[in-house]
């Protein structure tokens, strides 16, 4: 009989986690009902053909649209903090200092795993900027593109999440004052800094584009911004990770190497 193959120790973690408790389920309907709540505040009060004619178009998906791109990016922050499930995962030094497992392998892991879960929270939430869609007439390219635009927010700030997560476990001023400081930069420092890069800013651009082209751009100009950015806390991290078993290996005295 062909033995069964044990799932990787992280993966099996994050199932155990996102799929089978209850407290996480509970995470998710609550967000998901937050924006239902967004959507039921913001609906407009006349029928979508007295703004037809009107021709004028009601605020409700741009409310409902940047409502998702907070919560996501705050909801993804936490889940790369940890915050929710401090005491049913382990942490980063935990898998580094108490695994084999290559330091490389943690960090692949722990970032898809995030990213799986970060565009799971996009997509459950997709059907409420649906039907936000509807009474202002958005076209499906602009409604195409606002999504992504929340799912690289959230990309970004689950990275951003786990890497001050990982350090955070090393300092507790980091775990507390990192998260502030960096939806800080991104949501209001990067208005004066560098408006492509800022959630608020992309999403709105792309729901008032006027053509699909003007969405095309303004959809290209965030991946370009964000996706490096990504890129360079996913490295960042990395080289953490490393440092922190090295320290560990020179602290207890072993020679083995990461691989």
């Keep these: 009989m062909k033995r069964r193959e044990t799932p990787h120790p992280i993966v099996a973690e994050a199932i155990s986690l996102y799929v089978e408790s209850r407290p996480f389920r509970s995470l998710h309907g609550i967000y998901v009902a937050a924006l239902a709540i967004v959507v039921v505040v913001a609906w407009p009060g006349r029928s979508p053909i007295y703004f037809y004619r009107g021709g004028f178009v009601p605020p409700v998906f741009l409310t409902v649209v940047i409502a998702q791109t907070v919560l996501t990016g705050a909801f993804s922050t936490l889940f790369g903090l940890g915050r929710p499930a401090s005491r049913r995962t382990t942490g980063f030094v ?60 959230g990309i970004v700030c689950r990275s951003a999440g786990l890497l001050i997560g990982s350090v955070g476990e090393l300092s507790y001023v980091t775990l507390v004052v990192g998260p502030w400081v960096f939806v800080a930069a991104l949501f209001i420092g990067t208005i004066v800094v560098y408006p492509p890069l800022n959630p608020i800013a992309s999403v709105s651009a792309v729901v008032s584009a006027e053509s699909a082209n003007a969405i095309a751009h303004q959809i290209l100009q965030t991946v370009v911004s964000v996706v490096p950015l990504s890129a360079l806390i996913v490295a960042v991290h990395g080289r953490v990770l490393a440092r922190i078993r090295k320290l560990y290996l020179e602290r207890t005295g072993r020679l083995a190497e990461d691989r």
């Design 94 to 153: 935990g898998w580094v200092e108490g695994s084999p497992l290559p330091t490389r392998e943690i960090l692949f892991a722990k970032h898809s795993i995030g990213l799986i879960h970060t565009l799971v929270l996009v997509a459950i939430a997709t059907p409420i900027a649906v039907v936000a869609a509807v009474p202002a007439g958005v076209p499906p390219a602009a409604i195409a593109a606002s999504i992504a635009a929340v799912a690289l927010t």
